[in-house]
Nanobody
Framework: QVQLVESGGGLVQAGGSLRLSCAAS????????MAWFRQAPGKEREFVAA???????AYTDSVKGRFTISRDNAKNTLYLQMNKLKREDTAVYSC?????????????????WGQGTQVTVSS
């Protein structure tokens, strides 16, 4: 049974940093795409970043230059380093894993999801 568990969320001031982690178990995802999505109150879930085979990455425009997605295949763990956080980054962040290796940006491409971790950025 595949399980994704996020950690690292919390409350941070604008301009600060957080690093999210997503520990995967019950499967091997070294050749699969993994991604971060987020959902703010009253808004639809949106794509944040993805990493696919050969560590090819994709980011939504609003986080480019501020967020970095990475993975440690030996630990089966996905990371999201978030710097220069803004109030509009406040959301529940969820990690997802796909069955294939392309760095997909659409949520329907991902088969496995974590429960999410809250990130709150204060001014």
């Amino acid at each position: 049974q595949v399980q994704l568990v996020e950690s690292g969320g919390g409350l941070v001031q604008a301009g600060g940093s957080l690093r999210l982690s997503c520990a995967a178990s019950g499967g091997t995802f070294s050749s699969s795409a993994m991604a971060w999505f987020r959902q703010a109150p009253g808004k639809e879930r949106e794509f944040v970043a993805a990493i696919g085979w050969a560590s090819i990455t994709a980011y939504t425009d609003s986080v480019k230059g501020r967020f970095t997605i990475s993975r440690d295949n030996a630990k089966n763990t996905l990371y999201l380093q978030m710097n220069k956080l803004k109030r509009e980054d406040t959301a529940v962040y969820s990690c997802a894993a796909a069955d294939r290796g392309y760095a997909y940006t659409r949520d329907y491409e991902y088969s496995y999801w974590g429960q999410g971790t809250q990130v709150t950025v204060s001014s």
